[in-house]
């Protein structure tokens, strides 16, 4: 079973029928990091929140998108590396 590099599955889904067997692609609307600041942190909390109890990778839905400020690509990274 592959998983899908998408951040509109349902958490819930993915962390019952399949964490318990593979691990799951904590994924993050690209647009949430355009937007960064408050919006960016709740969104990277609520993945790693959802997957925080089995093997886990933290992505991006469909990567960066040009128009994404290094800034909050810093800050996304600082808020997963915790």
């Given at each position: 079973?592959?998983?899908?590099?998408?951040?509109?599955?349902?958490?819930?889904?993915?962390?019952?029928?399949?964490?318990?067997?593979?691990?799951?692609?904590?994924?993050?609307?690209?647009?949430v990091?355009?937007?960064?600041?408050?919006?960016?942190?709740?969104?990277?909390?609520?993945?790693?929140?959802?997957?925080?109890?089995?093997?886990?990778?933290?992505?991006?839905?469909?990567?960066?998108?040009?128009?994404?400020?290094?800034?909050?690509?810093?800050?996304?990274?600082?808020?997963?590396?915790?």
């Amino acid at each position: 079973m592959q998983s899908g590099s998408t951040w509109m599955i349902d958490r819930a889904f993915a962390r019952e029928q399949v964490q318990s067997r593979l691990p799951v692609q904590g994924n993050v609307d690209p647009l949430v990091l355009v937007a960064g600041g408050a919006a960016l942190d709740r969104a990277v909390d609520a993945a790693l929140e959802a997957f925080a109890g089995g093997p886990f990778i933290f992505n991006l839905g469909h990567g960066i998108v040009p128009q994404t400020p290094i800034e909050h690509v810093e800050q996304m990274l600082k808020r997963v590396r915790g």
